[in-house]
């Protein structure tokens, strides 16, 4: 299943796609037309925390649509809808892994910076945007904001002390972000949370697919286009620590509960990385793909 959050008629509600991308289902509107006794949450993020039985709920609902004679007037193009980032607000920040894929490493500094133990920072809940919406160039307080492409873990399962075998179990599903960074800024202060953490950096989505539908994540290619010409291409095959791994590190002695989401750190090729560096300017147009999770696609104002 592959679940996104839109805006109609001012209101945010839940959908879902089809592999393709082409239509959106609106759960609401079939929920309120022809009942099934399912009840919807009314986020999405409301509907990770319910667990399996949302899963259940949804795919039935979804069922009892394709069912009805007049079922197209369920769905939507879905290049007409207005979406929004699956989780347009966290609860918590989002958990970034920094340094996790070598030549990325390598284009930042050397051999030497390759971490032993994983690398967590994180970003504000008030950075996410969602696909289509525009990245603010902060021109008064950076000029080196850069991009960084990367898979995202949502967690489905609260835990604490995962290990390395559950942690698949603490799943929901997954996503993409694309880490926007002021470079200067997280040179200048010394630490990564405000270069990481301006208004719209981090734009999200644009779906969060179910676990079931990934077979493999960590064989999923990950590309970031700028104005069309790619900039990073690589497999999260090739990631240092591993989604068990980061899971069960990152919930050693910390719970992490529904709907937590964990970029899990960026290829090579960010713009920092080119020589001379080739940073975001005013009307750029950054896509992040990775497969079957679709294109996140913002320009930057
Ligand atoms: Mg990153």
């Known amino acids: 299943m592959h679940f996104v959050t839109m ?10 796609t089809d592999e ?28 990770i925390e319910q667990g399996e039985s949302f899963i259940e709920s949804m795919a039935k609902l979804r069922d009892h649509v394709f069912m009805q004679r007049d079922s ?41 910076d390759i971490p032993e133990h994983i690398m967590i920072f994180t970003k504000s809940p008030t950075s996410v945007i969602g696909p289509g ?13 850069d991009y960084e492409g990367e898979l995202a873990i949502v967690i489905g399962k609260s835990g604490k002390g995962i290990s390395i075998e559950d942690a698949m179990d603490h799943v929901f599903g997954y996503t993409i972000v694309n880490d ?14 405000l270069g990481k953490s301006l208004d719209g950096s981090c734009p999200m989505g644009p779906t969060i697919v179910h676990k079931s539908f990934m077979e493999d994540p960590q064989s999923l ?23 068990p791994e980061i899971i069960a590190t990152i919930s050693k002695g910390m719970t992490l509960e529904p709907g937590d989401i964990i970029a899990t750190g960026t290829p090579a090729g960010v713009g920092k990385g080119f020589e001379p560096p080739r940073f975001l300017k005013k009307g750029d147009v950054v896509e992040v793909s990775v497969e079957k999770i679709g294109t996140l696609k913002n320009v930057v104002v």
């Open 7 to 16: 805006k109609i008629q001012g209101e945010e509600r839940i959908g879902l």
């Open 20 to 47: 393709a991308q082409n239509y959106v289902l609106d759960l609401h509107k079939a929920q309120k037309e022809l009942g099934n006794g399912t009840v919807l949450p009314s986020t999405l993020l409301e509907g």
């Open 72 to 112: 197209e007037s369920y769905f939507y193009p879905m290049g007409e809808i207005h979406l929004l980032a699956p989780i347009p607000r966290p609860r918590k920040n989002i958990f970034c892994v920094g340094k996790n894929y070598r030549d990325h490493v390598l284009e930042m500094g050397s051999e030497g």
């Open 133 to 145: 919406a525009s990245i603010e160039s902060h021109e008064n307080l950076t000029d080196q904001l």
């Open 180 to 193: 926007i960074t002021a470079r200067d800024m997280q040179k200048r202060h010394k630490q990564f949370f």
């Open 221 to 243: 290619i990950v590309e970031t286009k700028v104005n069309g010409e790619v900039r990073q291409r690589e497999s999260t095959g090739l990631m240092i620590f591993s989604i």
